[in-house]
């Protein structure tokens, strides 16, 4: 045993240890702060005695400001996502719960199986380092290398790999019920704040990413069911739209975590994601060996979007001069998930006409949402400034075939765009290519972008015996051309039999008179391996134009033997039709008649026309007023076309969307009562969500003048918590512009009060009567 005074000496020894260690932290920490004022300071000093122009003091100062600020934010967001992504859900609908109603549809059984798979996901995450060391250095590692090369930028590679400790989270889980029976489809809030960290080198400088922040909506697909353990075949991971992805820069590079510049390594990580992950790219993971590989890598799209952007109107003006005249330069930027276009620039003006056409293949049918963003083109400053933003849900595409509408600027004081879309379906009939080709020429005299009549889908499945004569063991891929477009597989290593399993989708103007062209190339020599050149015009004569597990001779192959094993399906586009309930889709519509009230009106005896708005609508002309003799009759006969309380009705679509956004389209009204004197009157619609009425809450559509039934189709949002909806009461006024010249009358012509706390994410679209205004706003 140690006696009393060894005791003592060996506490004291430990104290004098962390005494030092304390005083080695703080002087190390105050010379740094000396240091770095110093410097401050000798750079004032210099550049006062060396008489040096005042602006090269600013500019960096300048510069550190900003960096200061931009570093401020960052943290304050990335604390943000951290606690949502580090809390237990539950804990944090209680929170909610003390200030207000939680909606219906929130349950805490429901919150505590979320939670069941978030403590799964922690007990994994020690031992996904090793996988996600394999997933940067073998499949991000090239992408990146390739991307930075483009800015001169060479030699990238990841030096160091470290996971973290902290997990991703998963919230928000949706599992849909009306799918195929072969498959589970399930869609989840995705949040990422943890502590990994990257070091990576880029032309001998080394850099680092650290406090890596990913959020967004994902979706796993299970397919295909199987009967044998795990009963699932495999999995479809991706991203429905780009999601919202931040970091800190580390090492050299946070000298240039500025605006501007680290913007452009945020937007290749942002690109290589939705390379790897967001529609129409997928994760693939097999399951079971027995399945169909290229059902599962590359499936069939759900169809094409053909997007008309047309004009903008009223505009933010961003160019201001001294006089406080000023317009803008604007074009427009379209996004579905990783698809993007872009319009040209219309200089100085605030309603620009573009007449822009485009086409996006589409996966997802479901939750995907198609993204217009306005900007002002700013050469002078480099960063463009924003006009605006709005969204069209692709389901109500779908469902309606045909959308034709306005739609308002969201973040933007004013302004509105006129867009169409067109659903087109993907058909295995030659017959129809002649109909489509004949729409894409009367597009085309109004575009000059290309429009195209069908869709092509290449499945590279695997080469044999490239370059037979062991000179040289290549490392291939394999290059596919169609038109304008190329794509490329992945590169396999040091292999004369690779197996790519990789597929490929691509638009086509004409089959009748294009080609397909694959080549194979050694990647070490960029030597051509071997080439198949296919007529498209080929594929119109097989069965359901598609070739599957076909052997192709690689012409130009040394020896001659090599082959590549490929599938061909040709599909012709073909306009959509309006889709009813039946017709195997969500339950949820847009733009689209009340099937009931339709029949009723068909009762009546008016005709149903398709007219250039956002769906097919009855009642073209008003009906007559019926004559009926008692109430027995008018049941029968349906609802009173002027309503019940004589001055009309109006068509209204309602639904609160997946953003949290309650969305409403105002359609039409009908049977308006004329003025005293028998003038008609010039009647808009008039929104307020109540119970606030500031002129932040007020929306408005056009005057139509002179017309008792006027067609809008319309569309507006309102930016609403879930927790929010029972207290909100939407108010729809229908006002007389005309009657706003005569104090005596008033220029409210009816109303309609929905309840939004009985709405839900399925859009509903009716009639309804209009009552006799109970309030009425300053105009």
């Known amino acids: 045993m140690s006696s009393e005074p060894e005791k003592i000496a060996d506490v004291a020894e430990d104290v004098a240890e962390d005494v030092g260690h304390a005083y080695g932290v703080w002087f190390k920490r105050y010379m740094n702060i000396f240091c770095r004022r110093f410097f401050e300071w000798l750079m004032v000093f210099s550049f006062g005695y060396y008489n040096i122009s005042f602006g090269w003091l600013m500019a960096p100062l300048f510069f550190l400001v900003l960096r200061e600020k931009r570093a401020k934010e960052k943290k304050v967001k990335f604390d943000i996502i951290k606690s949502i992504a580090n809390a237990d859900e539950k804990d944090i609908l209680q929170e909610i719960q003390r200030f207000s109603n939680l909606p219906s549809w ?12 978030n403590k799964i996901i922690r007990q994994l995450w020690t031992y996904a380092g090793h ?17 930075l090369e483009e800015y001169k930028l060479n030699g990238f590679k990841f030096e160091k790999i470290i996971l973290g400790d902290t997990p991703f989270r998963l919230s928000g889980v949706k599992v849909y019920d009306d799918t195929s029976r072969h498959e589970i489809i399930m869609d989840m809030d995705f949040a990422y704040a943890g502590d990994c960290k990257f070091e990576v080198s880029v032309s001998k400088f080394k850099m680092g990413i650290k406090d890596l922040q990913i959020s967004g909506r994902i979706r796993v697909v299970m397919k295909p069911l199987v009967r044998q353990i795990p009963l699932v075949g495999g999995l479809q991971v991706f991203f429905l739209n780009n999601p919202d992805v931040d970091f800190n820069l580390i090492g050299l590079a946070d000298v240039f975590d500025m605006p501007g510049l680290s913007d452009i390594l945020r937007s290749i990580v942002v690109e290589q994601i939705a390379h790897m992950m967001v529609l129409p790219n997928r994760y693939p993971i097999q399951l079971v060996e027995d399945i169909n590989t290229a059902e599962l890598k590359c499936p069939q799209p759900a169809g094409v979007l053909r997007i008309q952007v047309i004009e903008a109107h009223n505009l933010m003006k961003k160019d201001v001069g001294l006089m406080g005249m000023g317009k803008s330069d604007p074009y427009c930027i379209l996004r579905l998930g990783a698809q993007k276009f872009q319009t040209k620039t219309i200089n100085n003006t605030i309603n620009p006409k573009w007449d822009f056409c485009c086409e996006f ?27 605006g933003r709005a969204n069209l849900d692709v389901h109500e595409i779908w469902k309606s075939g045909d959308v034709d509408m306005w739609v308002p600027l969201s973040e933007a004081k004013s302004g509105r765009i006129h867009v169409r879309a ?23 005299a109004n575009t000059k972008n290309p429009l195209h009549s069908a869709v092509l889908m290449v499945w590279i499945d695997s080469a044999k015996k490239l370059n037979p004569s062991h000179k040289s063991i290549p490392d291939p891929f394999v290059r596919i051309h169609v038109g304008n477009s190329q794509k490329e597989t992945t590169v396999r290593q040091r292999t004369n039999d690779p ?63 090599a082959t590549l094993k490929v599938n061909l399906n040709l599909r012709i586009l073909k306009t959509a039709l309006k889709k009813d309930d039946g017709d195997g ?14 029949k009723e009106v068909i009762n009546e005896g008016t005709e149903e026309v398709i007219t250039p708005a956002a769906t097919i609508v009855t009642q073209a002309t008003p009906p007559p007023q019926p004559q009926l003799s008692d109430s027995n009759e008018l049941r029968h006969r349906g609802p009173d076309p002027a309503g019940m309380h004589g001055l009309g009705r109006i068509e209204l679509s309602v639904k609160y969307g997946p953003r949290s956004n309650l969305v409403i389209v105002v359609h039409q009204i009908t049977n308006l009562p004329v003025e005293e004197d028998g003038e008609l009157p010039d009647p808009y619609v008039k929104l307020y969500l109540l119970p606030d009425r500031s002129k932040d809450s007020k929306r408005k559509t056009d005057v139509i003048k002179d017309s008792c039934n006027p067609k809008y189709d319309e569309r507006f949002e309102y930016a609403l918590p879930p927790n929010d909806l029972t207290n909100r009461t939407l108010e729809v006024n229908i006002v007389n512009k005309k ?3 005569f104090l005596q009358r008033s220029p409210t012509m009816g109303q309609v009060l929905l309840d939004c706390g009985l709405l839900d994410d399925e859009k509903v679209t009716q009639w309804y009567d209009l009552a006799p205004a109970t309030d009425e706003d300053e105009e």
């Open 361 to 387: 293949l589409t996966d997802a049918i479901r939750s995907q949402e198609l993204d217009f963003e306005l900007f002002d083109q700013d050469d002078t400053i480099g960063k463009d400034d924003k006009l």
């Open 422 to 444: 067109t659903w087109l379906d993907l058909n295995e009939t030659a017959s129809s290519l002649d109909l489509q080709l004949e729409e894409v020429r009367a597009l085309q």
């Open 106 to 117: 929130v349950t805490f059984p429901d919150m505590e199986r979320v939670e069941w798979l």
């Open 131 to 147: 996988y996600v060391h394999d997933l940067c250095k073998f499949t991000i590692e090239p992408s990146i290398r390739q991307a």
């Open 739 to 741: 009657g706003l010249r």
């Open 585 to 598: 889709g969500p339950k949820e519509t847009e733009v689209t008649s009340d099937e009931a009230d339709r």
């Open 499 to 561: 197996v790519f399993e990789e597929g490929f989708t691509f638009l086509v103007r004409n089959p009748r008179t294009q080609e397909l062209k694959i080549e194979v190339i050694d990647h070490k020599t960029s030597v051509v391996q071997g080439r198949i050149e296919v007529d498209l015009n080929v594929l119109l004569k097989e069965r359901n134009l598609e070739v599957l597990n076909e052997n192709y001779p690689l012409s130009g192959a040394s020896g001659g033997l």
